[in-house]
T-cell receptor
Framework: DAGITQSPRHKVTETGTPVTLRCHQTENHRYMYWYRQDPGHGLRLIHY???????DKGEVSDGYSVSRSKTEDFLLTLESATSSQTSVYFC??????????????FGPGTRLTVL | TQLLEQSPQFLSIQEGENLTVYCNSS?????LQWYRQEPGEGPVLLVTVVTGGEVKKLKRLTFQFGDARKDSSLHITAAQPGDTGLYLC????????FGTGTLLAVQP
C-alpha cells in the first residue's frame, strides 16, 4: 500500500469555523490531489499540486484553499465551513500528472460534518 | 463540466450471477481507468485501458474500452461476495475525470 495518511479521519465542526485537513505521503510523489466524494457525484477534484508551492484549482475549488510547503504534506483549508462542505475528503498522489496511464493512490479519507 | 455517467447506480445480485457495469461519456479520453472502493477506504486502481477496442481481463473481471474511446464496460463473471464495493470509472484528459459510481452488493 502507498504510504498516505490523512488527519483527522473524522471531524464535526460548526458553520463558519475554519477547518484544515492534512495529507501526508512517504512515497516522494510529485503530484498530490484533494477530492471530495458525495453520493451521485463520484469523486470531484478540489485542488491539486504539481510540486512544492505549486498548486492549481480543480472542478470545485470555491471555498477551499491549499498549501504545500513540503513534498510530503498537502493541506486543505476550509476558510469558513458551510453545510454544503459536509463530505468525505480524499487525498491522492501520483508520480506524474494523473493523465494517461499513471496511477493515483488514495488515502483512507476524512469524513467531515459541518453542522 | 465533462461527465462520466455510470449505470446502473446500484446493483444487488446473488453470488454466482454475471453483471455488467457501463461508463459513458460524450468526450473522448486518452485512457480510462477502473477503481474499486470498499467502505471506509479510498479507491484502488483495478485496470487502465488505453487503446480503442482494448479488452483486459483480471481474473473474473473483463474491462473493455469503446472503439471511439468515449465509453467503457466492466463485466464480472460468477460474482462473489468479495466483489462487493463501489466501482468507479475515470477518464483521462488533462486531469482524471471520475464517473458517478456503481454500488455493487453481492449476496451470499
Amino acid at each position: 500500500d502507498a504510504g498516505i495518511t490523512q488527519s483527522p479521519r473524522h471531524k464535526v465542526t460548526e458553520t463558519g469555523t475554519p477547518v484544515t485537513l492534512r495529507c501526508h505521503q512517504t512515497e516522494n510523489h510529485r503530484y498530490m490531489y484533494w477530492y471530495r466524494q458525495d453520493p451521485g457525484h463520484g469523486l470531484r477534484l478540489i485542488h491539486y499540486s504539481y510540486g512544492v508551492k505549486d498548486t492549481d484549482k480543480g472542478e470545485v475549488s470555491d471555498g477551499y484553499s491549499v498549501s504545500r510547503s513540503k513534498t510530503e504534506d498537502f493541506l486543505l483549508t476550509l476558510e469558513s465551513a458551510t453545510s454544503s462542505q459536509t463530505s468525505v475528503y480524499f487525498c491522492a498522489i501520483s508520480r506524474s500528472g494523473g493523465i494517461s496511464t499513471d496511477t493515483q493512490y488514495f488515502g483512507p479519507g476524512t469524513r467531515l460534518t459541518v453542522l | 463540466t465533462q461527465l462520466l455517467e455510470q449505470s446502473p447506480q446500484f446493483l444487488s445480485i446473488q453470488e454466482g450471477e454475471n453483471l455488467t457495469v457501463y461508463c459513458n461519456s460524450s468526450s473522448v479520453f486518452s485512457s480510462l481507468q477502473w477503481y474499486r472502493q470498499e467502505p471506509g477506504e479510498g479507491p484502488v486502481l483495478l485496470v487502465t485501458v488505453v487503446t480503442g477496442g482494448e479488452v483486459k481481463k483480471l481474473k473474473r473481471l473483463t474491462f473493455q474500452f469503446g472503439d471511439a474511446r468515449k465509453d467503457s464496460s466492466l463485466h464480472i463473471t460468477a460474482a462473489q461476495p468479495g466483489d462487493t464495493g463501489l466501482y468507479l470509472c475515470a477518464g483521462a484528459k488533462d486531469k482524471l475525470i471520475f464517473g458517478t459510481g456503481t454500488l455493487l452488493a453481492v449476496q451470499p
